[in-house]
């Protein structure tokens, strides 16, 4: 699907109206005036019957945000044009972008080997010393030991400290939605 094809998809989507050359902009917002007046032209109204009130704003639903934002975005006059790239640029242009993501893939793959055996190694060490070091897993049970590992033991009240990283606050890049507690104390 060609780019210019996707905005105007875009544009009759969310009913944009799509962009034209500017001569027609132009002629469209001018009045149009008739040079003769025609001695058949009607003079009043072709209904009798009064015309109906204005729909109030209260009934109808707000437009939604993320809609008015892709509007916005398209029609923004600092938005870029689309790329268009002939079709020996664009084969290329593939071309590159698959052998990059065939790479990546290559990279990923061998990473996960690369822990796959590290894994299978602390493993088979792990059934060693559970089973064949002759003290009957003492040492595996010593190594399997999980204390401190939240922090080690506070001096002062003599009770595990820390706190373990499944409960911790993930890490964003944007600020929490309440702020700083400044009334916070310990």
């Known amino acids: ?25 132009i002629t469209r917002t001018l009045p149009l005036t008739r040079q003769h007046s025609s001695p058949w032209q009607q003079t009043s109204p072709f209904s009798t019957t009064s015309p109906a009130p204005a729909r109030s704003n209260k009934n109808q639903p707000k437009p939604d945000r993320r809609v008015t934002l892709i509007r916005y975005f398209l029609q923004h006059p600092l938005t870029p044009r689309p790329l268009r790239l002939s079709r020996l640029r664009a084969l290329r242009h593939w071309t590159i972008h698959r052998a990059w993501q065939l790479y990546q893939a290559q990279m990923r793959a061998a990473e996960n080997l690369e822990l796959e055996r590290q894994y299978f190694s602390m493993r088979a060490a792990c059934e060693e010393l559970r089973l064949g070091c002759g003290d009957g897993g003492r040492l595996y049970r010593q190594a399997m030991v999980k204390k401190g590992v939240y922090g080690g033991l506070k001096a002062d009240k003599g009770r595990e400290g820390g706190v373990p990283i499944e409960y911790a606050r ?5 600020p929490p939605r309440d702020g700083w507690d400044h009334g916070w104390k310990r």
Do not use: C, E
């Open 170 to 174: 993930a890490q964003t890049d944007s």
């Open 1 to 25: 699907m060609q780019h210019s094809s996707l905005s105007s998809a875009l544009a009759y989507a969310f009913q944009l109206p799509s962009r034209s050359n500017p001569f027609h902009q």
